[in-house]
C-alpha cells in the first residue's frame, strides 16, 4: 500500500509540475524579449508638498504590456526578473527611461520636479551600480538632483557597512535617497542615523491604518516624529482618503502620493496633468 501511495504521487505530481516549469521557461523567454520589443513602459505617479499644494515629484512604475495579457503589474513579473538577473538590464532601462522623460518635462518649459525610482536589491548590490547610474545621468543629462532612488528598508538593515559605503557613492552623484516601504523592517532612530538618506516613504500598510484625523495611528505618526528628529523627509504613500490625507498633514507630514490625489498615470496623461496645473 505504501508502495502504492508513493507511486500515485510520483504520477500526480510530475506533470504538475513540468506544466508549471515550463510556463515559467515560457514566461522568462517573453520577459527577455519584453526589452528589445518595448514591451515595457513606465507609469507616473505625482507626489504632492502638503504645505503648497505643489507637485514636487513623481514615481515611476514599470508595467509590461503583453500582447496577449494585456497589462502586466511589476509584482508579477518582478521577481522572476529577480531571480533570472533579468531585472540588470530592466532596471537599467528602467532607469533610463525615467530620467530621459523628467528631462523631456524639463525641457517643455515644465517647474523642474523630482523622479523617484525603484531599485531592486540586485541592482543595488551590484559592484558598478553607482558607475551606472552616474553613466545614465551623464546620457540622458537630467541634473541629478532630480533624480530619486528608492530602496526598499530590507535593503538597508543588511550588511550596513556595505550598505552605507553604496549610498555614500550615490549620494556623491548628487542625487536623492528614499527608504521605500518604511516601517515594516523595525530599524531603528539610530540604526538609521549613519545612512546617508534624504526621505522615509511611511510604507502604505500604515496609512490604511488611518480612519480617523483624531485618533492616533501610532505607526504612521511615530514615522513621521522620527523622520523629524533625524531632519529626514517624510511622504506618505497609499494615501486614498481624505481623512488619512488631513491626518498625515496635521502630524506634519511633508509628502503624499496615492489614489487620493491621483493614480500611476501614462505618460501622456502625466503631461496633461502638468499642463492643467501650470494653467490653474
Ligand atoms: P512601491 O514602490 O511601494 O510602489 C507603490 C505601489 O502602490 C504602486 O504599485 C502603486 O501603484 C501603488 N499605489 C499608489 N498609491 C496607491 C493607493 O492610494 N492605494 C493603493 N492601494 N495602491 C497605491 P505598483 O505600480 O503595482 O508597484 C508595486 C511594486 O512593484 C512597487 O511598490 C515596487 O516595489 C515594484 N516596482 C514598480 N516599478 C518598479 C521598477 O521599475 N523597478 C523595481 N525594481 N521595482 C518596481
Ligand atoms: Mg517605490
Ligand atoms: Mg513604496
Ligand atoms: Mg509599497
Same mark, same amino acid.
Given at each position: 500500500r505504501a508502495k502504492e501511495s508513493h507511486r500515485n504521487q510520483y504520477e500526480f505530481f510530475t506533470p504538475i509540475m513540468s506544466a508549471q516549469a515550463s510556463e515559467r521557461l515560457t514566461v522568462e523567454l517573453e520577459?527577455?524579449?519584453? $526589452?528589445?520589443?518595448n514591451e515595457l513602459l513606465l507609469m507616473y505617479q505625482?507626489? $504632492?508638498e502638503f504645505k503648497t499644494g505643489r507637485v514636487t515629484g513623481v514615481e515611476a512604475l514599470v508595467r509590461w504590456l503583453h500582447p496577449?495579457?494585456?497589462m502586466v503589474s511589476p509584482a508579477d513579473f518582478i521577481p522572476l526578473a529577480e531571480e533570472t538577473g533579468i531585472i540588470i538590464p530592466l532596471g537599467e532601462w528602467v532607469l533610463r527611461t525615467a530620467c530621459l522623460q523628467n528631462k523631456a518635462w524639463q525641457n517643455s518649459g515644465f517647474a523642474p520636479m523630482r523622479i523617484a525610482v525603484n531599485l531592486s536589491a540586485y541592482q543595488f548590490k551590484q559592484a558598478n551600480i553607482v558607475q551606472v547610474v552616474a553613466d545614465i545621468l551623464k546620457e540622458t543629462k537630467l541634473d541629478p538632483v532630480y533624480l530619486e532612488l528608492e530602496i526598499t528598508e530590507s535593503v538597508a538593515m543588511q550588511n550596513a557597512e556595505q550598505v552605507i559605503v553604496t549610498l555614500e557613492g550615490l549620494k556623491s552623484l548628487g542625487i536623492q535617497v528614499s527608504i521605500d516601504d518604511f516601517g515594516t523592517g523595525y530599524s531603528s532612530l539610530s540604526y538609521l542615523r549613519n545612512f546617508p538618506i534624504d526621505r522615509l516613504k511611511i510604507d502604505r500598510s500604515f496609512i490604511n491604518d488611518i480612519t480617523s484625523v483624531q485618533g492616533e495611528s501610532t505607526i504612521a505618526a511615530s514615522i513621521i516624529a522620527m523622520?523629524?528628529?533625524l531632519k529626514l523627509e517624510v511622504i506618505a504613500e497609499g494615501v486614498e482618503t481624505e481623512v488619512q490625507?488631513?491626518?498625515l498633514k496635521s502630524k506634519g507630514c511633508t509628502e503624499m502620493q496615492g489614489y487620493f490625489f491621483s493614480k500611476p498615470l501614462l505618460m501622456e496623461d502625466m503631461t496633461g496633468r502638468l499642463v492643467s496645473m501650470r494653467e490653474s
Open positions: 520577459l527577455r524579449k519584453a $526589452l528589445e520589443r505625482p507626489q $504632492l496577449k495579457r494585456g523622520a523629524q528628529s490625507f488631513e491626518f
